[in-house]
């Protein structure tokens, strides 16, 4: 049993446990991050985003939402970057 019913858990083990593992959960997401820079994405998808119609038409945006899903990285662009992938494939229209 990981975690007995009769061992006390002080606040001070539990507050070096957590530190511990969120040092663990930050070196895994280090591993994801420098996993998905070696990442080609091939296979990327794109989907065109909007937000018109305010009252001052200046706050319109345009974004662009990226998505690998060889190495599940998610990013967002300005609609000006849609031919930095020419191989995305465009899923605005799709359910
Ligand atoms: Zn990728």
Not at 18 to 44: F, G, M, P, T, Y
Request: glycine content about 4%; some cysteine; aromatic content about 8%.
């Amino acid at each position: 049993m990981i975690n007995p019913p009769n061992k006390i858990r002080t606040p001070k083990f539990m507050s070096q446990r957590l530190i511990l593992l969120r040092k663990k959960v930050q070196l895994i997401c280090d591993e994801i991050v420098a996993l998905q820079k070696e990442c080609s994405h091939i296979h990327l998808t794109k989907k065109y985003g909007a937000s018109t119609g305010n009252y001052d038409p200046s706050s319109d945006g345009y974004w662009l939402d990226w998505h690998c899903t060889d190495c599940d990285k998610k990013w967002t662009t300005g609609q000006e970057e849609s031919r930095l992938y020419p191989h995305a494939v465009d899923i605005t229209h799709k359910p």
